[in-house]
């Protein structure tokens, strides 16, 4: 097959592609559903893969008493070339079904990562919110690839129950009395393995929860390395990984240990019942009912029991860890956009007004605002761009690893009652009146997707992606050449360019690593520029550049930025002499409104601006 990776359409409005998230089975029931054309052929082809061992005894009963007890060569032949058809169809389906098995992984990969990142799009910034970063990433890794496996041995499992069928409608033709003892004897030995499911599966989701911590705690380091530096912290959190490591290792332990309870339970209870056929046969051979092909066909059944009953048994094990990765996806999938929305138009050169500050930005204005506290000021630029405060967050998870299994279920509990206490929280700021208007009209009467277009908000927690300068410059790859070298020249980040080998092809590291803050800052600066948005805000735009920098780029953006709204959070005396107006808060309200100059007669005022102004001079 030549269609790897497959064509997963994650994002379509069909049916299919709306995860079931009520409870974790009901997502893996719909995973499975999402490919059951892939599932069931799976099946079949596992249930053919599975005939060799089931029709070999009965082949080679028949071949021993109908041609080498009878001396009938003819018969023999049969028989045997019969039994070599059946060994070369279970080869064919054998390759089928594992061609199957990887394109049934690969959906559920792929198809689980792309719904991640669907969501991740959608929610934005309430992503944060609701989880940690590290549990994004183990759900679009780890939990991905076990979505893969659980298809895989689903579908193998149904051909496995076929295949047991078909021997047991076998052993009843020729015996039922040992017919009977396999149909009643199976599900109760593959019941005795039930009492192990739950410590496996509270040792799963232990372990599960701490490698999604310490990932998080990875993702921070990484992203954190450079300030960890600065202030010696390194040792400090290398420590802190290295327990958790450690706490994850010894989860892993016991996760293993219940795993291979598990599987020496399917080993023990397989043998039990071949010893038990074996025994059984033997008997029924000497008390005439059963011929010597007969007997040797139902060893051979015997043996072949033991394939059926460990691959239910491997089901088992792979269904509690879908579960447990099911329950940490739908974590992720539940939460919508606690947003309002409405149809109201949104006009292209809107006039905003902040109820909470009272605050107005004129379109066509370059407005910067001021604020002793930097908080009040960030605060604005969330409510214009319509942003929940960034005050709130997330939750770390509980270690459940030291709990039994009911005190781990109540902490789980009450850690999901906790985030859905905050998602309400968050829905119910949503839901009400904005407080920010556009025209007199209310954002929450407005189109959000209308509004992220035309009010564009870039601060601080800004980041870049691995890419070229071109890409980190313009990442929707719509605009040309000479648009990009224009706002890069805006933001003053010609020396980025110089400095990077291969110009616009240079390459970029995650997060912008290899970078200067200050040409961070810059190059994030000609991204928001380029987008060219109606209203622009930026927060602090020039906090980590040098003066003769930060110049270039306040002359340089009143001209990119002429005839468009540009709203920005900023104490810098260089910004703020080449804004059309600046707006004094205090206390989260606008006091003063007016020019640099004529503000600096404000002692409030000159308290906030006064500092930089002395460093500038």
Not at 205 to 231: C, F, H, K, P, W
Request: glycine letters at 10%.
């Amino acid at each position: 097959m030549h269609d790897f990776p497959p064509d997963v359409d994650a994002y379509t409005p069909a049916e299919t592609s709306r995860p079931d998230t009520r409870s974790p089975a009901r997502f893996l029931v719909w995973l499975l559903r999402a490919q059951w054309d892939v599932v069931a052929a799976m099946a079949v082809a596992g249930l053919i893969w599975f005939l060799p061992g089931a029709l070999s005894p009965l082949l080679l009963g028949k071949a021993i008493d109908s041609g080498v007890l009878r001396g009938d060569m003819w018969a023999t032949l049969g028989w045997a070339g019969l039994l070599a058809f059946v060994i070369v169809c279970g080869a064919a389906a054998g390759i089928t079904q594992h061609t199957l098995a990887v394109r049934g992984w690969l959906i559920a990969l792929y198809g689980t990562q792309k719904l991640v990142t669907r969501k991740a799009v959608q929610l934005g910034h309430v992503l944060s919110r609701r989880l940690p970063t590290g549990e994004v990433l183990s759900i679009s890794s780890s939990d991905s690839n076990t979505f893969g496996q659980t298809v895989e041995v689903v579908s193998r499992g149904l051909g496995s129950l076929a295949a047991f069928a078909l021997v047991c409608g076998l052993m009843f033709t020729t015996s039922p009395p040992l017919g009977w003892v396999v149909l009643i004897a199976a599900p109760l030995l593959v019941g005795a393995a039930s009492p192990v499911l739950r410590p496996l599966n509270h040792a799963q989701t232990a372990e599960r929860t701490q490698t999604g911590e310490l990932t998080s705690m990875a993702t921070d380091i990484v992203s954190g390395l450079r300030i960890l530096r600065g202030i010696g912290g390194e040792r400090t959190f290398g420590n802190n990984y290295a327990v958790q490591s450690q706490k994850v290792r010894r989860l892993g332990v016991a996760t293993g240990t219940w795993q291979a309870v598990t599987e020496t339970i399917s080993v023990l209870v397989s043998g039990m019942l071949l010893v038990t056929l074996v025994w059984l046969g033997s008997h029924e051979m000497l008390a005439g009912r059963l011929t010597v092909g007969q007997l040797i066909s139902f060893v051979g059944y015997a043996l072949f029991m033991v394939w059926p009953l460990q691959t239910f048994f491997e089901f088992a094990q792979k269904w509690v860890q879908g579960l447990v990765s099911a329950r940490k996806t739908i974590a992720l999938l539940n939460p919508e956009l606690p947003f309002s929305q409405g149809d109201e138009p949104l006009s292209p050169r809107p006039r905003l007004v902040d109820a909470a500050s009272g605050v107005a930005v004129e379109p066509g204005r370059f407005l910067a605002v001021v604020s002793g506290v930097p908080e009040d000021s960030a605060a604005l630029a969330d409510r214009l761009g319509r942003y929940l405060p960034t005050e709130q967050g997330f939750e770390a998870d509980e270690d459940e690893s030291e709990l039994s299994g009911r005190a781990a279920r109540r902490a789980r509990v009450e850690k999901d009652a906790r985030r859905a206490e905050a998602a309400a929280r968050d829905a119910e700021e949503g839901a009400r009146p904005w407080g920010v208007t556009a025209d007199g009209v209310d954002y929450g009467r407005l189109p959000l997707a209308s509004l992220r277009r035309t009010v564009v908000v870039s601060d601080t927690a800004s980041q870049l992606f691995a890419g070229t300068l071109q890409q980190a410059v313009d990442p929707w790859g719509t605009h040309s050449r000479e648009q990009a070298e224009a706002v890069l020249h805006a933001a003053a980040a010609e020396d980025v360019y110089a400095g990077l080998p291969g110009g616009w092809d240079g390459t970029i590291d995650e997060l912008g690593r290899g970078l200067s803050g200050g040409q961070r800052q810059r190059v994030v600066l000609a991204r928001a520029l380029l987008l060219d948005p109606e209203v622009l805000v930026l927060v602090e735009p020039t906090s980590a550049v040098d003066a003769h920098t930060e110049a270039s780029i306040a002359e340089r953006l009143v001209v990119q930025r002429r005839g468009r709204t540009t709203v920005v959070m900023t104490a810098s005396p260089l910004l703020l002499h080449h804004a059309d107006e600046v707006s004094l808060l205090v206390d989260g309200r606008e006091v003063a409104r007016g020019r640099h100059a004529d503000l600096l007669g404000d002692d409030r005022y000159r308290a906030v601006v006064g500092r930089g102004m002395e460093e500038d001079e």
